[in-house]
């Protein structure tokens, strides 16, 4: 009898105590949906990542508008101001030759019967697409495939046996141009764990890379079709 | 009594072990925050998007300024304009200016987390590449412009895997994703909805796929810096 009731007192107590700590810890934490604290979080570092490149930009645009207020005094100076603004834009949308160290990278479907399914084997689409990613993201400041620029508007599409670039059929072998930093462009390519190291090494895909230091990349040279997007530039609009 | 002992050296066990895992578990849980910290997260955000309005109508009004002079009026007028003209779309083509006008918006999330609990490459993280593909389909559609999550797709744009993100444009970001594209929106439209397609694979995946037709569609500009280190450009002669 008495160790029943010994039992049960100290199962109570630390079945309080337990309640007791929950309870309290509980008063100080309110349960929020992962989901929303992440998107927080990103919308946060997102925004912030705005407000220093908004700042540059003032910055630019201000000593933009000194230049202008000293050195404007006709139209004649207007169009040479507009002329020199075009010029820039276009190198930075891609519309001139460009030159500079890089690498070249050539790649073709695997050579051999393998035996597996024939898709394993040849050069897709998102092949190409994720090797020109990867090529970005280590700083490539230009990019042209079999002589055709690359640009935020081309298509890297299988059509049949081709890839379809900027509305022509192009067919392997895949040269790949890019100019960067030659080192950091074919790290990009070379390194274990690329996405270029694994589709040679797993899959047996052809990639050779030739690293340069002179690269000809030629403009983008297919028509401009901007029909549907318009500046928003107006007040009112 | 040896009984007796065994039982209460177990038991003590057993608490401690209870205690342990109860820390563990409070210290590990990224899913129970401080009330303190949530309306904190909540303020901040506010402010930040306020500092980032304000900027941007800072900005819009030095660019405002800068246009008086570009398109100044006078004898001059037509080829000026056709000068401003063609300034804004190569300003369009690089991503640098704001536009507008028709097309989709797709937003893509991750299958069900027990999906991705029975395969961890069920996750866009993973597969990456889909949303390669899908930028790659719009632009064969004639996208004339291209936003993920807000962040300007341009010809300097990366989409890399880091840890459980996707980085765009250097700004990290988890599902689910909201591509905007303006062109053609009957054009862009069919392009997704090609049976066979990439939208089309995705979804047997399972993956959330909402496709939303719009007839204005605002694409904000790519405001980073870009500067050549390594490329020249070859000059034309003209």
């Known amino acids: 009898m008495k160790n029943k009731i010994f039992v049960f007192s100290i199962s109570l107590v630390i079945g309080l105590s337990i309640m007791i700590q929950v309870n309290n810890d509980a008063k100080n934490y309110t349960f929020a949906n992962v989901h929303t604290v992440s998107k927080i979080s990103n ?30 005094k006709n139209d004649k100076d207007v169009i040479q101001l507009l002329k020199k603004e075009i010029k820039g834009t276009r190198i930075k949308a891609g519309f001139t030759d460009l030159r500079g160290e890089g690498i070249l990278i050539r790649m073709n479907d695997n050579p051999t019967d393998t035996g597996n399914n024939i898709n394993f084997d040849i050069v897709h689409d998102v092949d190409v697409s994720v090797i020109v990613n990867d090529l970005i993201n280590a700083g490539a400041e230009g990019i042209s495939i079999n002589g055709s620029r690359v640009i935020s508007t081309s298509e890297i599409v299988c059509v049949g046996p081709l890839i379809s670039v900027n509305g022509e059929g192009i067919a392997a072998p895949f040269v790949i141009k890019a100019i960067g930093n030659k080192e950091t462009l074919s790290a990009a390519i070379n390194a274990p764990n690329t996405y270029g190291y694994k589709i040679k090494n797993y899959y047996g895909i052809e990639v050779t890379t030739l690293e340069s230091e002179y690269i000809l990349i030629p403009k983008y040279s297919y028509d401009v079709n901007i029909n549907t997007a318009k500046p928003i530039s107006e007040e009112g609009e | 009594m040896y009984k007796k002992i065994f039982l209460t050296i177990i038991s ?28 904190e997260l909540a303020y901040e955000l506010r402010q930040v998007e306020n500092e980032r309005e304000n900027l941007i109508l800072e900005l819009e009004e030095i660019e405002k300024e800068l246009r008086e002079y570009e398109q100044s009026v006078s004898i001059e007028n037509d080829y000026i304009k056709n000068l401003n003209e063609e300034l804004n779309k190569y300003k369009i083509m690089a991503g640098i200016i704001d536009v507008e006008g028709e097309g989709v918006v797709l937003t893509i999330d991750n299958p069900s987390a027990q999906a991705q609990f029975d395969d961890y490459t069920n996750n866009i993280i993973y597969k990456y590449e889909y949303l390669l593909l899908i930028i790659s389909n719009l632009n064969a559609a004639g996208a004339e412009a291209i936003s993920i999550n807000g962040q300007r797709f341009t010809n300097y744009t990366e989409i890399v895997p880091v840890g459980s993100h996707l980085n765009i444009n250097g700004v990290s970001f988890v599902p689910p994703f ?5 062109g053609n929106k009957q054009t862009l439209q069919s392009v997704i909805n090609f049976k066979g397609g990439v939208i089309w694979e995705m979804q047997k995946l399972n993956y959330k796929i909402d496709i939303e037709l719009k007839d204005s569609i605002k694409i904000e500009r790519y405001m980073k810096p870009i500067d050549f280190k390594y490329a020249e450009e070859i000059n034309e002669d003209e």
């Open chain 2, 178 to 182: 909201e591509i905007k594209a303006i």
């Open chain 1, 43 to 72: 919308q946060l570092e997102s925004y912030n990542e705005d407000i220093k490149d908004l700042k540059n930009l003032i910055e630019v645009k201000r000593n933009k508008l000194y230049e202008y207020k000293e050195n404007i």
């Open chain 2, 12 to 39: 003590i066990i057993l608490g401690l072990i209870f205690a342990l895992q109860y820390q563990v578990v409070k210290s590990e849980s990224g899913e129970i925050i401080t009330t303190k910290k949530a309306s």
